[in-house]
Every structure is written in C-alpha cells, then in structure tokens.
C-alpha cells in the first residue's frame, strides 16, 4: 500500500476540487466538512443512519472481518482462546491488552472472587421490584445503583480507581444477573460460592437449594464458559456505542455499562436467540420445514438467526457453539427442537436463495438451545449475555478514556422541521 493516499472531490456547485487524506480507509468528517464552507454555509456533512459506514473510533480491543469471518480479541482468534482459554483469562486480555503471566492471572482471579459480594442494601433494592420484574430491568437498575455504593468511582482518571471499579463490576455481575433469576421464580437470594470458578459459581447461584455444597457438571461450567468468551467482545456495536457515547461525558463506569444494559435489552440486539427458539416452536416439527422455507422465500416469513449485521460469510462464533450444543445436552437431554434447527439449517445451507444472499447461522441461532437447556427462561437470555460483554465494555470504556481524540458525542442533525414561525399568544390561537 503506497504512503500517502488520498482522495479528490470536485464540487460541481463551485467547480473547486479538495484534496482529502485517506488514513487506514477512511476520511476525516472534518476533511468533508471544508468542501464548500464559507462564511454563509458551514460546508458539507455526512449522513449516515444507524452510523453504518462511519468509524467513531480508533480501537484495539477487537477485530472483525465480516466477509471472512474472522473475529480476534487483541488480535487471538475466537477459535483458539473458546478452546484453551477461560472467560477471566479472556476478560484479562481484553481489559489489559495482553495476556496474562501466571502471577498476574492469579491476583486477577483473587481479585475478582474477592469482590463477588455485594453490599447488602442492594439486595433490598432488588427484593424491592414486583414479582414478575424482567430480571434486565432488574439489573439495569442494580447496576446503575452500584454507582452510588462507590462515589469514587467518578475518578475516572485515576488508574488505581479505575482498575477496582472493574474489578467490582465483572465481579459482581454474575451476583446480580443470578439474583435477578432467583427473584422472578420466588426463591432465596444464594450467596457467592468463592471455592467455585467464576461460571461454576454462577452457576451454583442460580440452581442451589437446600444441598450443602453445589458442584455443577464440568461440561455445563464449559459450555457456559465457552459462551461467556464468544459474547465478551463484538467490536463497535449499539450496545458498545452506547456505553461510549454516554462514557464520553465522563460520567462514572457503572452508568457508562447501565447504557449498555439498556441497549442490550432492545429485541433488534439481545433478544434474537429467544425469537429462533419461538420460530423453531412455530415450525414444530421436521416435515414442516419446506413449507416454512418456501414462506421465508415469498416474505411471508423470516429465517431468525441467520445472517448478521457484520458477518457476510459465516459468524465464527456459530461453529464454536454448535460444538457446545452437542456437551450440553449430553448432559440434559436433547431438545426435541434440535433436530429441526440441524434440518433448518442443512437445507438453508444447501439452497441457492440463502447462499447466495450470504444468510449463514449467527451465533444466536444456537445460543438459545443451549440456555433453554440450561433452565433459563428466554427473559434470562439478555441477562446471560450482560454477564460476559461486562468485560468488553469496560475494555472499550477504558479505551474511550485514555483516548485524547475523543470528545463528548455530539453528532449533527438534518433538521426538517419548519422555520420563523410568528407566535401567536395563546389567547388569540383559542380566541378563533
């Protein structure tokens, strides 16, 4: 690639050409904004709904290629670290850049099992909500309510600060998320395990009773684990955007993440794998399937869990998941929706109408198999993802913070309302 790219733009309202560097495939917004400025008119802008072909920032935490399928944390394939990592190895790297030396991993274990406890005022909060709270709304608010148990925390530029606030909130995350199931099925609050891994822990939150000790099944804390590491990260999506933008305001950690709790909460982001298991559901059974595929191909009906926003070739994460499918229900039992989604999926797999508009699973055409599996009802599914994209956040929170080209998010409008309209006092206006 030869050094000093550029692109030229002539105006054909004035004739005048700009000359408009071109860094890593982009332009500058302020480069297009001198096409035409003048005294009267502040120059050209960019529209571009749902920021789709506009680059925000500059990061390193996560790299995606959609049309090769490629997703790398700090630069390591998803394959590789779902395999042989763990989610805290995995939260280590995203929030520090590198892997960790054996010394460092194991003060962030401490650390982070140290911290699953939370304050006891916020177990009133949530014992607070209705009986049939959404466990997102639930952690939404107990998230954001964190930020007042640690004032401090608006000392965003002291590093010390700002690594136990991270700490805390990927800490104390599984607590709340499992806190959240217990309260909509009406059973006691279960304390942190700290003799437990952290998905073993979670795990044991959820699904203790009266046993003095709960050892989960391995290959049920590894498929958890294996899901954890898949949705830690996803690059710049509206979740991550959210917790920039508000981030921008250099308001505290833990309301940056309630922004992204909120967007995450939204059916268009982290509800697509309960809308497969209802598309399954609405199939019913194998038979049924070239009439559903034929309803998809006349518009009459949609293929959830196929295709992505990014991924125009196969989503990585689909493969690694299909994988843990096969261990969880070893250990359950096997979804009678199994079968039609592998069916589902060879056929859309094996017709020209789908490959050729590049419609491959995503990673949630899978996930709600297994969470189901699991005992989650789909209002959980939300929660489970929260968990683990704590980590990414952060990662891109801290990014957003250090980052001396970043200023508070303020973008432009079109405006299309009217313009110097005359008041009339209400009187008048009521008088006719």
Aim: glycine share 6%.
């Amino acid at each position: 690639m030869t050094e000093n790219q550029s692109l030229t733009v002539r105006d054909n309202r004035t004739g005048e050409e700009y000359e408009l560097d071109i860094t890593d495939g982009t332009v500058r917004a302020g480069d297009i904004g001198k096409i035409g400025k003048t005294d009267d008119d502040p120059g050209l802008a960019v529209y571009d709904p749902a920021f789709t072909n506009t680059a925000s920032t500059r990061s390193a935490v996560t790299y995606i290629d959609g049309e090769k399928g490629i997703l790398e944390y700090r630069g390591y394939p998803i394959e590789q670290l779902a395999e042989h990592s763990t989610f805290l190895e995995v939260a280590y790297l995203l929030i520090h850049g590198e892997l960790p030396t054996k010394e460092q991993h194991d003060e962030w274990v401490h650390e982070i099992t140290f911290h699953t406890f939370v304050h006891e005022n916020l177990k009133s909060l949530m014992q607070g909500f209705r009986y049939d709270a959404h466990p997102m709304g639930m952690l939404l608010s107990s998230v954001g309510a964190l930020s007042t148990f640690y004032p401090e925390a608006r000392a965003i530029s002291d590093p010390d600060i700002r690594h136990e606030q991270i700490v805390r909130m990927i800490a104390k995350m599984p607590t709340l998320g499992a806190w959240a199931f217990r309260h909509a099925q009406g059973k006691p609050y279960v304390y942190p395990d700290n003799n437990l891994s952290y998905t073993e822990n979670f795990l044991s939150m959820l699904f203790k009773m009266s046993e003095q000790e709960y050892n989960p099944d391995p290959r049920l804390s590894k498929a958890l684990e294996v899901l954890f590491i898949l949705h830690a990260d996803h690059e710049q999506n509206c979740s991550t955007n959210a917790v920039r933008s508000v981030g921008s305001s250099q308001v505290d950690p833990y309301s940056a993440v309630t922004s992204g709790i909120a967007a995450l909460y939204g059916p268009l982001h982290g509800g697509a794998n309960e809308a497969v298991l209802k598309m399954l559901r609405r199939i019913g059974t194998v038979d049924k399937i070239p009439e559903f595929i034929e309803g998809v191909k006349n518009g009459d009906e949609k293929l959830m869990g196929f295709g992505h926003r990014v991924y125009k070739n196969f989503d990585p994460r689909a493969t690694i998941i299909k994988k843990a499918v096969d261990d969880v229900f070893e250990v359950t039992g096997v979804s009678p929706l199994l079968e039609i989604a592998q069916e589902l999926e060879r056929i859309a797999l094996e017709d020209d109408y789908f490959v050729s508009r590049k419609l491959y699973p995503n990673v949630d055409f899978y996930s709600g198999l297994i969470y189901e599996a699991l005992q989650f009802p789909p209002e959980m599914f939300t929660v489970l993802f929260a968990i683990p994209r704590t980590a990414g956040w952060l990662a891109q929170w801290i990014e957003l913070v250090d980052d001396k080209e970043q200023k508070i998010a303020r973008p432009k409008q079109i405006y299309t309302g009217d313009r110097q309209l005359d008041f009339v006092p209400a009187a008048e206006r009521w008088a006719k």
